[in-house]
C-alpha cells in the first residue's frame, strides 16, 4: 500500500460499461485486465535492431539477433536509434535512411516507441564537414534534419536534437564542423536553430535537449534557452557511471536541482557495469581502454541492486517519463564496459531479471473483476494500454487520467 501511495501519480481510476456487439451491457460477468504496455518509457539502446531487421543479416547472426530481440521486448517498451552522422552519412549523399527505416519500423510494429539519436553532436559528426565554409555547415545540419525528421515521421516521433552543447564550442580534441559553427552561433544560438529546424520538420515530435554534463553550467544552458524562447519538451540527463553508482543522495540533487524547471526529465543514457569500476583518474570515460573488461557473479549482484535503487528512485519522481539503459548486451558495448543487462552471450543478468520483476510484475497492473448489473466495473492500475477479457471476447483501451466513464464493446 506505500508503494501505491509513492506511485500515485503513475495510475488512474478509471469506470468502464461493458457491452456487446448490440450494445446490451455485459452484466455480472468475471472479467480479466491485463496491461500490455506502460505509458511510462523503459529503454534500451537497441542498435543491434538494425540487424534484426534486415533480412539479410548473415544467417549464422541470426538466432542470436533473434534472442537478443525477443529478450529485449520482453520487457522494454521503448528503444533509441543512432544517428551519428559520421555513421549515417559517412559519405555525403548517400544515408543509411533504408535500413534504419526498417529498424524503426520493425521495432513501432512490436508497440515499441522510437528515438532518435542525435540530429546535431560534435562527436561522430560528417568528416566531409570540414571542407566546407561554416555557412556551408549549417545549411547542410539544416538539410539533414529536414531530410531525417520528415522520412522518420511517424515511425520516430522523439529526437535528442542536440548533444552535449555545454562542452561543444570548447571541445578540441580534434577539429570538426559541428564545433566550429557552435563557436560561432554560441550555445544558445545554435539550440535555437537546431529546435526550430526540427520542429519545422515534425511539428508533433517531443524534441530533448541532451548533456552528460549535470553541473550548473547545463542548467544556466537551459534556463538561457527558455529565456530565448525555444521550447524544449524535455531534459535529457546521461548518467554513465562506469566510475561507479551515483547514489541516492548525488541522484536526488540532481533531479531536484532539473526539476525546478517544471520541465519531463528523461535518463537518456544510463550506464552501470557488472564488472570493475574505471579508476577515478580518468578525465574522460573515451580514454580508458583496455583489451577485456569481464563481468563477474559479484559485480553482477552489485549491478542490480543499483539498478533497483536508481530505477525505483526515479520511477517514484513525477516529472521522469523515461529511463533508458545504454548498452542491453555487452557484445559490442560502448568502451567495452560489461554494462549490458544481458551477458555476450544473451544470458539474462541478474539486472535483467529484477527490471523484468519491476515492470512487468511490481509495476504492472493484473486484475480480476465482476460487472455489475449495468455492465460497470471499476478499476485501478498504472498508465498505459490494457487488453480486457471475457468469455474469450477481448477488448483494448488506454489508462490515463481522462475523467468519465469509457465504453467498450467485446468483440
Not at 449495468?374 to 498505459?384: C, P, V
Given at each position: 500500500?506505500?508503494?501505491?501511495?509513492?506511485?500515485?501519480?503513475?495510475?488512474?481510476?478509471?469506470?468502464?460499461?461493458l457491452?456487446?456487439?448490440?450494445?446490451?451491457?455485459?452484466?455480472?460477468?468475471?472479467?480479466?485486465?491485463?496491461?500490455t504496455?506502460?505509458?511510462?518509457?523503459?529503454?534500451?539502446?537497441?542498435?543491434?535492431?538494425?540487424?534484426?531487421?534486415?533480412?539479410?543479416?548473415?544467417?549464422?547472426?541470426?538466432?542470436?539477433?533473434?534472442?537478443?530481440?525477443?529478450l529485449?521486448l520482453?520487457?522494454?517498451n521503448?528503444?533509441t536509434?543512432?544517428?551519428?552522422w559520421?555513421?549515417?552519412?559517412?559519405?555525403?549523399?548517400?544515408?543509411?535512411?533504408?535500413?534504419?527505416l526498417?529498424?524503426?519500423?520493425?521495432?513501432?510494429?512490436?508497440?515499441?516507441?522510437?528515438?532518435?539519436?542525435?540530429?546535431?553532436?560534435?562527436?561522430?559528426?560528417?568528416?566531409?564537414?570540414?571542407?566546407?565554409?561554416?555557412?556551408?555547415?549549417?545549411?547542410?545540419?539544416?538539410a539533414?534534419?529536414?531530410?531525417d525528421?520528415?522520412?522518420?515521421?511517424?515511425?520516430i516521433?522523439?529526437?535528442?536534437?542536440?548533444?552535449?552543447?555545454?562542452?561543444?564550442?570548447?571541445?578540441d580534441?580534434?577539429?570538426?564542423?559541428?564545433?566550429?559553427?557552435?563557436?560561432?552561433?554560441?550555445?544558445?544560438?545554435?539550440?535555437?536553430?537546431?529546435?526550430?529546424?526540427?520542429?519545422?520538420?515534425n511539428?508533433?515530435?517531443?524534441?530533448?535537449?541532451?548533456d552528460?554534463?549535470t553541473?550548473?553550467?547545463y542548467?544556466?544552458?537551459?534556463?538561457?534557452c527558455?529565456?530565448?524562447?525555444?521550447?524544449?519538451?524535455?531534459?535529457?540527463?546521461?548518467?554513465?557511471?562506469?566510475?561507479?553508482?551515483?547514489?541516492?543522495?548525488?541522484?536526488?540533487?540532481?533531479?531536484?536541482?532539473?526539476?525546478?524547471?517544471?520541465?519531463?526529465?528523461?535518463?537518456?543514457?544510463?550506464?552501470?557495469?557488472s564488472?570493475?569500476?574505471?579508476?577515478?583518474?580518468?578525465?574522460?570515460?573515451?580514454?580508458?581502454?583496455?583489451?577485456?573488461?569481464?563481468?563477474?557473479?559479484?559485480?553482477?549482484?552489485?549491478?542490480?541492486?543499483?539498478?533497483?535503487?536508481?530505477?525505483?528512485?526515479?520511477?517514484?519522481?513525477?516529472?521522469v517519463?523515461?529511463?533508458?539503459?545504454?548498452?542491453?548486451?555487452?557484445?559490442?558495448?560502448?568502451?567495452?564496459?560489461?554494462?549490458?543487462?544481458?551477458?555476450?552471450?544473451?544470458?539474462?543478468?541478474?539486472?535483467?531479471?529484477?527490471?523484468?520483476?519491476?515492470?512487468?510484475?511490481?509495476?504492472?497492473?493484473?486484475?480480476?473483476?465482476?460487472?455489475?448489473?449495468?455492465?460497470?466495473?471499476?478499476?485501478?492500475g498504472?498508465?498505459?494500454?490494457?487488453e480486457?477479457?471475457?468469455?474469450?471476447?477481448?477488448?483494448?483501451?488506454?489508462?490515463?487520467?481522462?475523467?468519465?466513464?469509457?465504453?467498450?464493446?467485446l468483440?
Amino acid at each position: 500500500m506505500a508503494q501505491t501511495n509513492e506511485l500515485a501519480h503513475r495510475m488512474a481510476a478509471k469506470t468502464i460499461q461493458l457491452v456487446d456487439g448490440s450494445g446490451t451491457p455485459v452484466a455480472g460477468k468475471e472479467i480479466t485486465l491485463r496491461q500490455t504496455n506502460h505509458k511510462f518509457l523503459f529503454g534500451c539502446g537497441i542498435f543491434d535492431a538494425i540487424q534484426a531487421a534486415d533480412p539479410d543479416a548473415p544467417a549464422d547472426r541470426r538466432p542470436w539477433l533473434d534472442r537478443q530481440m525477443d529478450l529485449f521486448l520482453d520487457v522494454f517498451n521503448f528503444a533509441t536509434l543512432p544517428f551519428y552522422w559520421a555513421l549515417f552519412e559517412p559519405e555525403k549523399g548517400k544515408p543509411r535512411t533504408k535500413e534504419l527505416l526498417a529498424a524503426a519500423r520493425w521495432l513501432k510494429e512490436r508497440n515499441v516507441a522510437v528515438k532518435g539519436h542525435p540530429l546535431c553532436w560534435h562527436t561522430l559528426t560528417a568528416p566531409w564537414l570540414l571542407n566546407l565554409s561554416n555557412e556551408e555547415i549549417l545549411k547542410e545540419q539544416f538539410a539533414r534534419i529536414e531530410r531525417d525528421v520528415t522520412a522518420f515521421k511517424g515511425l520516430i516521433d522523439m529526437w535528442d536534437v542536440i548533444n552535449e552543447v555545454v562542452i561543444m564550442p570548447i571541445f578540441d580534441k580534434y577539429d570538426n564542423g559541428i564545433t566550429r559553427i557552435s563557436q560561432e552561433l554560441g550555445r544558445v544560438g545554435i539550440i535555437k536553430e537546431m529546435f526550430a529546424k526540427t520542429r519545422e520538420s515534425n511539428p508533433n515530435a517531443t524534441l530533448l535537449l541532451n548533456d552528460f554534463n549535470t553541473s550548473i553550467n547545463y542548467e544556466i544552458l537551459i534556463d538561457g534557452c527558455l529565456n530565448a524562447g525555444i521550447k524544449i519538451d524535455a531534459i535529457g540527463i546521461q548518467s554513465h557511471q562506469h566510475q561507479g553508482y551515483w547514489g541516492r543522495e548525488k541522484l536526488e540533487e540532481v533531479l531536484e536541482r532539473f526539476s525546478s524547471f517544471g520541465l519531463p526529465i528523461h535518463f537518456t543514457e544510463n550506464t552501470l557495469t557488472s564488472g570493475h569500476l574505471m579508476p577515478p583518474e580518468i578525465e574522460d570515460l573515451n580514454d580508458y581502454r583496455i583489451p577485456e573488461w569481464p563481468s563477474t557473479p559479484e559485480f553482477e549482484e552489485r549491478q542490480a541492486r543499483e539498478i533497483d535503487e536508481m530505477y525505483t528512485i526515479l520511477f517514484k519522481h513525477p516529472l521522469v517519463e523515461a529511463i533508458t539503459a545504454w548498452n542491453f548486451t555487452d557484445a559490442g558495448a560502448w568502451l567495452g564496459a560489461p554494462a549490458g543487462l544481458v551477458r555476450k552471450d544473451n544470458s539474462p543478468k541478474p539486472a535483467y531479471e529484477l527490471l523484468k520483476k519491476r515492470i512487468k510484475g511490481d509495476w504492472s497492473t493484473h486484475a480480476a473483476c465482476r460487472t455489475d448489473d449495468a455492465g460497470i466495473l471499476n478499476f485501478e492500475g498504472y498508465l498505459g494500454e490494457y487488453e480486457l477479457a471475457c468469455e474469450g471476447r477481448k477488448a483494448s483501451f488506454t489508462l490515463d487520467r481522462d475523467e468519465g466513464t469509457v465504453r467498450l464493446v467485446l468483440s
